[in-house]
């Protein structure tokens, strides 16, 4: 069993829908983060998050601690959203990491 | 300019050969780390350095070097490339001001190896 694990693998959404990626994991963290993988390759970070939840514009990602557990949603999805999500959990700097395998969405116009 | 750059985007070389692949950063951060990603697995880290002389093998450093040239400059190198090296290359840094930041990743350089 992997130590940080997403779900859904895939995800093929229509324009406009509400959307969440999941992520959990088994390792004690002092930080969650989410990453965004475009079609092209490079990556950006999303959030770094250690408990709660943050917003930024239409991403919300969402942590909850004591069910080792955190989602990413994306509100009013768009084709341009479309790229593999990932998350990356860790017990304290960015070296200890453990990342998942991602979800790659595909958001249809 | 992006903030963390790799070169080459795009490698193609032969079983046996040696190869560098380049990594410099302008976010002034000491904390600089190489990870390769295969298709179905998360991101391994290959090696990371919190500064010039500070340098850690990290999971998979097996068949791999590194170089810490000065504060913004990483190579990964390989030296004697083999088949299963194929996979895409990410050069990444963090800030050491504190325990948990952001980190903040380069374009990826794909490397296949024939």
């Known amino acids: 069993k992997n130590e940080v694990e997403q779900s859904p693998q895939n995800l093929t959404a229509q324009e406009g829908e509400f959307i969440t990626i999941n992520c959990s994991y088994s390792?004690?963290?002092?930080?969650l983060h989410w990453l965004q993988q475009h079609p092209g390759g490079g990556i950006v970070s999303l959030f770094m998050l250690s408990s709660g939840k943050k917003k930024h514009g239409r991403l919300i990602a969402t942590i909850n601690i004591q069910e080792k557990h955190s989602s990413l949603h994306i509100t009013a999805s768009h084709p341009r959203d479309s790229a593999v999500y990932i998350c990356a959990a860790g017990p304290g700097g960015t070296y200890k990491y453990i990342f998942g395998t991602g979800t790659r969405l595909k958001v249809l116009a | 300019d992006a903030d963390v750059t790799q070169t080459p985007r795009n490698r193609i070389t032969k079983t046996g050969k040696r190869i560098m692949l380049e990594c410099s950063q302008t976010?002034?951060?000491?904390?600089m780390y190489w990870y390769r990603q295969d298709p179905g697995l998360g991101l391994r880290l290959i090696y990371y350095?919190?500064?010039?002389?500070?340098?850690n093998k990290g999971e998979i450093s097996d068949g791999y070097s590194v170089s810490r040239q000065a504060q913004a400059k990483f190579s990964l190198s390989l030296e004697s490339a083999i088949p299963n090296q194929t996979a895409l290359y990410f050069c990444?840094?963090?800030?050491?001001?504190?325990?948990?930041?952001?980190?903040?990743f380069g374009q990826g350089t794909r490397l296949t190896v024939v």
């Open positions: 976010k002034g951060h000491d904390r």
């Open positions: 990444a840094t963090s800030d050491s001001g504190q325990l948990n930041t952001e980190a903040f």
């Open positions: 390792v004690g963290i002092s930080a």
């Open positions: 350095s919190f500064d010039v002389k500070d340098i």
